[in-house]
C-alpha cells in the first residue's frame, strides 16, 4: 500500500486555488497543483467524505513534482 510519510519531501509545485461549479449550481473548491501543459498524464484526487482536501496536498505536491497535473477539492 502506499504510505504518504514514507515518501520523499515533495518540492514545491506550483499551485492555484479555484472554484468549481456544478451543473446544478454547487460551488466546490478546488486546487489544481502542477503545470497542466507540460503533464505527462492528470490526476483527480477524490477524498474521503468529511476529509478537507488540504489533508491530500503533500500527495499531490509528490505526483506534480514527477510530472502530473493533480486536481483536489471540496
Given amino acids: 500500500g502506499l504510505y504518504i510519510g514514507a515518501m520523499d519531501e515533495p518540492s514545491r509545485q506550483p499551485s492555484v486555488d479555484l472554484e468549481l461549479i456544478t451543473g446544478d449550481g454547487q460551488r466546490l473548491a ?31 505536491q509528490w505526483l506534480a513534482a514527477r510530472g502530473y497535473w493533480v486536481l483536489t477539492f471540496d
Fill in 30 to 60: 478546488a486546487t489544481a497543483f502542477g503545470m497542466a501543459d507540460a503533464a505527462a498524464a492528470a490526476v483527480l484526487l477524490v477524498g474521503a467524505m468529511g476529509v478537507p482536501q488540504r489533508f491530500y496536498s503533500r500527495f499531490a
